[in-house]
């Protein structure tokens, strides 16, 4: 018996997919994108702009991947796209110091507090893996604390109890990590200071560092509870431990100023991504003035990169960061409200647990009755639940992240009608998973796009 899908024709992302997986490990560059938490197959993107990707096949979503962060101001803005091609006109690199790295680290030290000097790098995994290194020169010690759900990239320090893809595909803790190099990274409960004292009570003075997500957006969103950040100052202060705080996704996100400036706790050494390149690869990690001088050929910490601070990634981050503005981020806040709000709607009206953690323009709609307040509540999700709710979004032309741990994001590009768009496909999908209560009014068919 010839099933009906066999007798569909291939859509091109299917073809594509299948030629994909033929010369790269899972078809992608990146696991989560494969879309194994979410069943089905990866529509294969052609092109995108403001809000939305186009497919292969013509399809159109409105886009809460957003690149997984970088694109605050979201897809191809004109000007930028004229600003990267007048660069390349210029040279795509050149392997020497150019005007455009200076002004971006002048933007970056102006607006992130703490950082008094900045190295860029070209991916955030680079940037958490120097700032370890540089902590454990300062302080001659080997052992980091992370936190369990916590991502910090794909260094092998870092693959312990990791969040983001690691948590997703199942494998918190990556095969290929050397045994010595798991040993020298000790796991944390997020929001639970006593949990790192307890680690500071037993290595005492064998910690080098502790590198934390202000704001976790690798379980999906968990903001910092009251007193958790200063609570980590306090203690790295008393231990002379380096506090590294992982602004990859906060970074010019919560505020212009990142998660620090919003909370008000200064870290030692900061990690920035995503919106600090526009969308283009551009990394950084900068911080106290005694600690960065120790960076080659400043100091002895040796780290060099081939394409760091290339003149495409530093027109688009120049380009990002100076069009960050007050009256963006109240728009940003308006719209992640606007979304937060309808989406724990639509789950009240059709009687499935959800609990929607918010910071600012980026959120995490959890299958699960909460709170979510760490890595334990989190993974404590319905993933099955999420996934058909997934299914169901992309159907009516909306693209979420294919994971429950990871972020939604949200760009100056969406606009209210997206929203509203978007809330109306999510009480249908929702109404899919647990048909809506008797009483209440019967879904009306239309298909939001
Ligand atoms: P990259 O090496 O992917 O540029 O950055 C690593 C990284 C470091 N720190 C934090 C807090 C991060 O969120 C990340 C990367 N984020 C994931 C998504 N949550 C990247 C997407 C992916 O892995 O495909």
Known sequence: MISFAALMPASESTRLFNRARRVLPGGVNSPVRAFAAVGGRPPFVERARGARLYDADGQSYIDYVMSWGPLIHGHAPPELTRALRSAAGRGTSFGAPTALEVDLARIVCRLVPSIALVRFVNSGT?????????????TGRDRIVKFAGCYHGHGDAFLVQAGSGATTLGVPTSPGVARATAADTLIAAYNDVESVERLCRTHRERIAAVIVEPIAGNMGVVPPAPGFLEGLRDLCDRHGIVLIFDEVISGFRASRGGAQAVYGVMPDLTCLGKIIGGGLPVGAYGGRGDLMERVSPAGPVYQAGTLSGNPLAMTAGVWSLSRLSAPLYRRLDKLGRRLAEGLRTAALETGVALTVNTAGSV??????????????????????AYAAFFRGMLRRGVHPPPSQFEG?????????????????AARQSLAEIRPAPRESAPQRPETPR
């Open 126 to 138: 680079e940037a958490t893996m120097s700032a370890i290194r540089v902590a454990r020169a300062a």
């Open 363 to 384: 959120l995490t709609p959890f299958f699960t009755a909460g709170p979510v307040t760490d890595y334990a509540s989190a993974t404590a999700a319905d993933t099955e």
């Open 408 to 424: 939604w994001f949200l760009s100056d590009a969406h606009t209210e009608r997206d929203v509203d768009r978007t809330v109306r």
